[in-house]
């Protein structure tokens, strides 16, 4: 591969989003109605890469790999970049459904030039990890990532934040959930963008938008389980400080599903409504750098957390 600068590395446009959704449910029609009485379908909300599409040095980012082993025995690898100068705080990236790390670090490659270490993690089947993803397994390798992380000599005395995008975002809030109380002393906050409230709703919505299964729409979504709704698991987040950010041109996960979450949440909270496509938030330099206030303001060492509620917020002028 030859190198390639950071602004020629884009991101995945949201007709190919709109694509893969609706890949997903095409899917789901097809392949679901015969397991009705055998088991979910939360697998088909995956959609991983094994192709490296591009490494970090190529965008002239220090990194190292990481390999981790999951209490089931799969392998699961990911990417730690480097901050740039003195740091001042690490981020976990989930990333969402589709391809692997090396597309979806376009949405974070910015942030070690602003001093954040940045651990990218690939889900098991995504990238050069191993075996078959599904929601329950997903969420024993983002604890896995996590608590590595906790253990990393780089990362220990630093605020830790994390992010997730879209999939990655549903997968944060539940992770996060069952990690309280103790997550509240170990994360300075998180931060949820493109997120979707209830894996079966946003199910629904998808095939109520194909003409082969509009009619069908309530019944096959139940098909889809929902026991980790990040819907029922975003309030016991409180009082970690959360900030989500959803896209009001968002065609891919529309954007009431962001205010949903945010309105179901506790205290101290935030929300930004901003206006880009599916997963391409970070393209504007105004939602990164209200995503560096948000980490500044969250990540003193004041001692109390910060109080807010807001909706459509502005963390500075």
Same mark, same amino acid.
């Given at each position: 591969?030859?190198?390639?600068?950071?602004?020629?590395?884009?991101?995945?446009?949201?007709?190919?989003?709109?694509?893969?959704?609706?890949?997903?449910?095409?899917?789901?029609? *097809?392949?679901?109605?015969?397991?009705?009485?055998?088991?979910?379908?939360?697998?088909?909300?995956?959609?991983?890469?094994?192709?490296?599409?591009?490494?970090?040095?190529?965008?002239?980012?220090?990194?190292?790999?990481?390999? =981790?082993?999951?209490?089931?025995?799969? &392998?699961?690898?990911?990417?730690?970049?480097?901050?740039?100068?003195?740091?001042?705080? &690490?981020?976990?990236? =989930?990333?969402?459904?589709?391809?692997?790390?090396?597309?979806?670090?376009?949405?974070?490659?910015?942030?070690?030039?602003?001093?954040?270490?940045?651990?990218?993690?690939?889900?098991?089947?995504?990238?050069?990890? &191993?075996?078959?993803?599904?929601?329950?397994?997903?969420?024993?390798?983002?604890?896995?990532?996590?608590?590595?992380?906790?253990?990393?000599?780089?990362?220990?005395?630093?605020?830790?934040?994390?992010?997730?995008?879209?999939?990655?975002?549903?997968?944060?809030?539940?992770?996060?959930?069952?990690?309280?109380?103790?997550?509240?002393?170990?994360?300075?906050? !998180?931060?949820?963008?493109?997120? %979707? *409230?209830?894996?079966?709703?946003?199910?629904?919505?998808?095939?109520?938008? %194909?003409?082969?299964?509009?009619?069908?729409?309530?019944?096959?979504?139940?098909?889809?389980?929902?026991?980790? *709704?990040?819907?029922?698991?975003?309030?016991?987040?409180?009082?970690?400080? !959360?900030?989500?950010?959803?896209?009001?041109?968002?065609?891919?996960?529309?954007?009431?599903?962001?205010?949903?979450? %945010?309105?179901?949440?506790?205290?101290?909270?935030?929300?930004?409504? &901003?206006?880009?496509?599916?997963?391409?938030? %970070?393209?504007?330099?105004?939602?990164?750098?209200?995503? =560096?206030?948000?980490?500044? =303001?969250?990540?003193?060492?004041?001692?109390?957390?910060?109080?807010?509620?807001?909706?459509?917020?502005?963390?500075?002028?």
């Amino acid at each position: 591969m030859q190198p390639c600068s950071r602004r020629e590395f884009g991101f995945t446009s949201e007709a190919v989003h709109q694509a893969r959704w609706q890949c997903t449910f095409i899917q789901l029609f *097809a392949l679901c109605i015969p397991l009705l009485f055998l088991s979910g379908c939360g697998h088909l909300f995956f959609y991983p890469s094994k192709g490296q599409v591009i490494t970090p040095d190529q965008i002239g980012l220090q990194y190292e790999d990481v390999y =981790l082993t999951t209490p089931d025995g799969e &392998t699961l690898h990911g990417w730690l970049l480097a901050a740039e100068g003195e740091p001042r705080g &690490t981020l976990y990236f =989930l990333h969402g459904n589709a391809e692997n790390i090396s597309t979806h670090i376009a949405s974070v490659m910015w942030l070690p030039a602003e001093g954040y270490q940045v651990f990218l993690l690939d889900y098991r089947g995504y990238g050069r990890s &191993t075996g078959k993803p599904d929601i329950a397994p997903a969420l024993v390798d983002v604890e896995t990532g996590y608590h590595w992380l906790l253990q990393h000599p780089q990362t220990q005395p630093l605020p830790l934040f994390i992010l997730g995008q879209s999939l990655g975002g549903a997968l944060a809030i539940t992770f996060a959930a069952q990690q309280m109380p103790d997550l509240q002393k170990q994360v300075a906050g !998180l931060v949820i963008d493109s997120a %979707f *409230a209830s894996y079966r709703d946003i199910a629904r919505e998808k095939l109520g938008q %194909f003409w082969l299964t509009w009619a069908l729409q309530h019944p096959l979504s139940w098909l889809i389980p929902d026991r980790y *709704a990040p819907i029922d698991h975003v309030a016991a987040l409180s009082p970690t400080p !959360l900030l989500i950010l959803h896209s009001d041109q968002d065609e891919v996960v529309p954007q009431h599903h962001g205010v949903k979450l %945010f309105e179901t949440a506790g205290p101290p909270k935030m929300f930004l409504s &901003t206006h880009t496509g599916h997963n391409a938030t %970070f393209t504007k330099r105004q939602n990164r750098n209200q995503v =560096l206030h948000f980490m500044k =303001l969250v990540g003193s060492e004041s001692g109390d957390p910060p109080s807010f509620g807001l909706k459509q917020a502005r963390l500075f002028p």
